[in-house]
């Protein structure tokens, strides 16, 4: 009997201590603006969220932590709005990883899909989105199209001006890359090797 009441009584205990961490948030960094990599880190870089498990420690830097992140590095570009993680920051940067390169497209009005994004694969084709595989002086054209993943994007200060994407490719196609004339954009899936 006694031994059962016990028991229960602990079982009632542990599940109340869960109950009370369940509603607990623990305040940890996100970057307030999108920065490219190299930057260093000011507390206007930074804000502070809740964020609600208790497990993430190690993968995101607690708010408590803020002074000791603000003079870093960012090794990586930072996305606006995304959790700041140790790894992302440092007394340099690393950037582009090895084997790529980092380049930047000014892409007219109409070339590039709504919504883009950083953290998107993307496809970049030359000449019109129209124009695009169709053949020139009778013979088709089979250029393969530029793919890598999208790291900015900057809207053209206008409706006719362009806009500036900037994309992380493999280093050999970096000099193709800026040949590019007149290019456009492509979405691609998250994964897979598939190219328009």
């Known amino acids: 009997m006694w031994i059962g009441a016990a028991v229960v009584m602990v079982c009632a205990v542990g599940f109340a201590a869960l109950l009370g961490q369940a509603g607990r948030k623990t305040p940890v960094l996100a970057v307030a603006r999108s920065l490219p990599a190299g930057h260093v880190l000011v507390a206007g870089d930074l804000r502070k969220v809740e964020l609600g498990v208790d497990d993430a420690a190690g993968h995101v830097v607690p708010a408590a932590d803020a002074g000791s992140v603000v003079g870093q590095v960012a090794a990586v570009p930072l996305a606006a709005g995304s959790l700041l993680a140790p790894e992302q920051v440092g007394e340099s940067s690393q950037y ?23 953290g998107q694969r993307a496809a970049v084709l030359a000449g019109s989105p129209d124009a695009a595989g ?22 053209g200060e206008g409706e006719s001006a362009p806009s500036v994407v900037t994309m992380l490719v493999d280093t050999a196609a970096a000099r193709r890359a800026a040949q590019l004339d007149k290019p456009h954009v492509v979405v691609l899936s998250p994964v897979g090797r598939e190219v328009p």
Do not use: I, N
Request: hydrophobic residues 45%; without cysteine; glycine residues 12%.
């Open 96 to 118: 582009p990883p090895a084997g790529r390169a980092q380049v930047s497209f000014a892409v007219e009005p109409g070339a590039v899909p709504a919504g883009l994004v950083a």
């Open 134 to 155: 169709a053949p020139k002086d009778g013979a088709e054209v089979k250029e393969d199209p530029l793919v890598g993943v999208v790291t900015d994007v900057t809207a």
